[in-house]
């Protein structure tokens, strides 16, 4: 599986756009770009999944240039409950009839102040 | 529709005894992994099951074992606890539509 890299961390305050940028030079034709949240003690929460181009859904949109070597998360109007950290991974699409190992960086740690 | 539930949600042992955790999937899904998470090396694969064969494994050291029954609920098993093996154990079943659906997690502190 394709290695990640993101930044450590972001702050942010309630109310602005959060964009969280991934690289992952290596991508093969067949892997998805998947981002998950994670709260304190709590296990990763799918946030939005995409191939190509962009994709939008009620919690965020998720923008892949052509090359897709690299993909942006970005989340609109963060509130304080946004605070958590944010993980890029790459792969199969993998729902639920192949392998099963979702390979996790380090993620990026986001603040959300008042 | 219930998620991923796992037991119990906090546990201390002692060096050298063994634990068992339990995960319920999503009903049908039939695919269940197991994720340690700590501080230090953040969320490693442990091993993933499928119709109640270990199909993917891990870096993980033999003590760590698990097993998946027929109708999909898992266990894993790690035995001779070591202090290092304090960690948040999650486990995540798979969606069609969804990707993973992750449990709360067992916290394990072992002492």
């Known amino acids: 599986l394709a290695k990640t890299t993101q930044p450590i961390s972001m702050d942010s305050y309630e109310g602005q756009e959060v964009n969280i940028t991934c690289s992952h030079n290596?991508?093969?034709?067949?892997?998805?770009i998947t981002w998950y949240q994670q709260f304190p003690s709590q296990g990763p929460r799918f946030i939005i999944q995409?191939?190509?181009t962009k994709v939008t859904n009620e919690v965020a949109s998720l923008f892949i240039p052509a090359d897709r070597k690299s993909s942006t998360l970005s989340l609109p109007r963060v509130s304080l409950s946004d605070t958590a950290v944010y993980y890029c991974?790459?792969?199969?699409?993998?729902?639920?009839?192949?392998?099963?190992?979702?390979?996790f960086g380090k993620g990026t740690k986001l603040s959300v102040k008042p | 529709k219930a998620g991923v539930t796992q037991t119990p949600r906090y546990l201390i042992k002692t060096r050298g005894q063994q634990v068992t955790l339990s995960c319920s999937p999503i009903?049908?899904?039939?695919?269940v992994s197991w994720y340690q998470q700590t501080p230090g090396q953040g969320l490693q694969f442990l091993f993933e099951?499928?119709?109640?064969?270990?199909?993917n494994k891990g870096n993980f050291p033999g003590r760590f074992s698990g097993r998946q029954f027929s109708n999909s609920r898992s266990e894993m098993n790690v035995s001779t606890l070591e202090l290092g093996d304090s960690a948040l154990y999650l486990c995540?079943?798979?969606?069609?539509?969804?990707?993973?659906?992750f449990g709360s997690g067992t916290r394990l502190t072992v002492v």
């Open positions: 995540a079943s798979s969606s069609t539509r969804y990707g993973y659906t």
């Open positions: 290596n991508i093969a034709t067949n892997d998805y």
């Open positions: 995409g191939y190509k």
């Open positions: 991974l790459v792969g199969d699409r993998n729902y639920g009839g192949s392998q099963g190992n979702l390979i």
């Open positions: 009903s049908g899904h039939r695919s």
């Open positions: 099951y499928f119709s109640e064969t270990q199909r």
